[in-house]
């Protein structure tokens, strides 16, 4: 039986956790599931930032979850681009929960490089501070901390998917 993992998504100023998302949707409000038609990104902005975590949440018949990584499929066009701290290299850590801010934190939170647009050849999310970290009972990843941000001729109507994928190990 494998594992049970989720991805959920923290917001709020006390870190409002909601597990199990079905969408994650960017857009000018800090909120969980958000239709982005309602709450658009304005051109020259940012969106919030979204922080989220891979939560295994029942082990299954294995004994350890690894080698995290996420992805992006779809273009947002030249006049935007989907920051993170996710990465193979240079790998900064476990990041502190903060409040999902529209500003530009990616100096402050390690997300100053662009979405792979492409599935990683190894982790590039970490657990417990490391890409080869592992979860070997109920638990968190690190954060995900991710942002679109804009120009001002961005222009409306582009869409992402967002993958995410793990290794277990029975």
Request: aromatic residues 8%; hydrophobic residues 35%.
């Amino acid at each position: 039986m494998p594992a049970t993992v989720t991805i959920d998504e923290s917001n709020g100023v006390g870190e409002d956790q909601s597990a199990d998302i079905a969408n994650l949707n960017f857009g000018s409000v800090d909120s969980t599931e958000l239709v982005a038609a309602t709450y658009p990104i304005t051109a020259g902005e940012n969106s919030f930032e979204k922080w989220v975590r891979f939560h295994v949440t029942a082990m299954g018949g294995v004994t350890k979850v690894l080698n995290l990584r996420v992805w992006r499929t779809g273009a947002l066009g030249a006049e935007a681009t989907l920051k993170t701290n996710a990465r193979e290299a240079g790998y900064e850590g476990a990041q502190t929960y903060a409040q999902p801010s529209a500003t530009d934190r990616s100096e402050t939170y390690d997300y100053d490089q662009d979405m792979p647009s492409s599935e990683p050849s190894g982790a590039n999310l970490g657990i417990g501070g490391a890409l080869d970290g592992e979860i070997t009972e109920a638990g968190y990843s690190d954060y995900l901390v991710s942002q679109i941000q804009t120009t001002g001729s961005a222009t409306a109507g582009a869409s992402i998917t967002l993958s995410f994928e793990w290794d277990e190990v029975a």
